[in-house]
């Protein structure tokens, strides 16, 4: 039997679907994606901007300590909630790291991850990332809930959320280094 060059062609494309849908081949594949189509973020119009009225917030770092969330009252914090099994969560976790890198000392940070710790932390080891990661033991506050990750969110010292992103964003933008400089002079 002879396949015609449609069949061959059909068969190609089923195994390129049955390598990204159900192989590790397609988890990378769609974390490059990602990468290659992150855009800047977004800053939220002034008269939308919301505001973080409490900050009380139950989180626990890797090792089981309690984190403070108000001790981030009054700075310029910067909420990540993501997870390993997310691609669009890992595409963009680089330019976050190199931010972090950057902003650490003077922005909050909170890497909130929706992942087991044994998994966060092997994966955070594997990749050589030093990020404070938390888990949440309260609920979220309302502002910062999202029914989608990767999920990113931007305050300002007087808690108002000035971005507000859902999916890959290119985090070490010129953007988003301007906005966070003009945030800390405020």
């Not at 990204?20 to 002034?46: C, E, M, N, W, Y």
């Not at 981030?72 to 909420?79: A, D, I, P, R, S």
């Not at 979220?140 to 108002?160: C, E, F, M, R």
């Amino acid at each position: 039997m002879r396949l015609s060059k449609e069949q061959i062609s059909n068969g190609i494309w089923i195994l390129a679907i049955v390598l990204i849908l159900f192989t590790p081949v397609g988890f990378h594949l769609r974390v490059l994606v990602g990468k290659l189509f992150a855009t800047s973020a977004d800053v939220v119009a002034v008269e939308e901007q919301k505001s973080l009225s409490n900050f009380e917030w139950g989180l626990v770092d890797l090792e089981g300590n309690i984190f403070n969330f108000e001790s981030y009252e009054g700075k310029v914090v910067l909420v990540n909630f993501w997870a390993t099994w997310c691609p669009p969560c890992i595409a963009e976790l680089p330019s976050l790291v190199k931010l972090h890198d950057d902003f650490g000392d003077k922005v909050g940070f909170v890497f909130v991850a929706n992942d087991e710790v044994g998994k966060v932390s092997q994966f955070l080891e594997k990749k050589g990332f030093q990020l404070p990661v938390y888990f949440e033991t309260s609920r979220t506050p309302d502002v910062l809930v999202s029914k989608s990750i990767p999920a990113t969110y931007i305050l300002s010292k007087s808690g108002k959320v000035v971005v507000a992103e859902k999916g890959a964003v290119n985090w070490n933008s010129t953007t988003t280094r301007n906005l966070l400089n003009q945030l800390l002079l405020e």
